[in-house]
């Protein structure tokens, strides 16, 4: 079975400080996908990135950088210098690898975590 | 790339009535496409799983006769929401799947579909 965990409800912070929103999940694949999506206040999911377990390497995007360590099975995301448009719910979610033959890969997400960036 | 649209956005009904939601992946061929179900304050919870020409599979509790599923194209998949009843009020969203290099599929999501039934 797969699970994600997102310990953090909610998080308020202050522009421009940066802020780390936590993702620790379980599963017995050895090989899996770990995603992370921003729902803002309109409601849709929009896709942040993917990881492949094999690539333990952290990504960094703009302000966005993505901690991998698969020692402690987490993925945690932080955001630089945090703005008043990242205030949305963040989702961490988990998926197996499939093969080409197969259905599409179904995702288990996280609670999920609101954070609000003030002004 | 990679665009979903979701249509319609919100819709009222009365109970009793049948209201149908239109997912679809504009700019791109997806063999499998996702209904999933929000409530305020949760998570997305999966409702089925959608491949193009074949019968939908629901997940466990999902009232198939209920939600029905159609995935007719690669670019549409339809869920209708038969005989309508309050509770059924959410926060519905589709994705689909784009199946990339390395074994797995990205999934899109929709804008969301809010249905409010009276």
């Known amino acids: 079975a797969q699970k994600v965990t997102q310990a953090q409800t909610e998080i308020s912070v202050v522009e421009k400080e940066d802020v780390t929103l936590d993702c620790v999940y379980e599963t017995r694949d050895t090989t899996y996908y770990l995603f992370w999506y921003k729902q803002p206040p309109s409601g849709e999911l929009v896709f942040l990135i993917r990881r492949n377990s094999f690539d333990e390497q952290n990504e960094i995007s703009g302000r966005y950088s993505w901690n991998f360590q698969k020692s402690t099975s987490s993925f945690n995301f932080t955001i630089t210098a945090s703005q008043v448009v990242d205030s949305a719910v963040y989702f961490c979610a988990l998926s197996p690898r499939r093969g080409w033959e197969t259905s599409g890969s179904r995702l288990t997400f996280g609670e999920g975590t609101q954070l609000t960036v003030n002004p | 790339g990679a665009v979903v649209s979701q249509h319609p956005s919100r819709v009222i009904c009365k109970s009793g009535t049948s209201v149908k939601i239109e997912c679809r992946s504009l700019?791109?061929?997806?063999?499998?496409m996702f209904w999933y179900r929000q409530f305020p304050k949760q998570s997305l919870m999966l409702m089925a799983t959608s491949n193009e020409g074949s019968k939908a599979t629901y997940e466990q509790g999902v009232e198939k006769d209920k939600f029905l599923i159609n995935h007719a194209s690669l670019t549409l998949s339809t869920l209708t929401v038969t005989s309508a009843h309050p509770e059924d009020s959410s926060f519905y969203i589709c994705s689909a799947a784009l199946r990339l290099g390395g074994g797995t599929d990205t999934q899109y999501f929709g804008p969301g579909t809010r249905l409010t039934v009276l």
């Open positions: 700019d791109f061929q997806a063999t499998t």
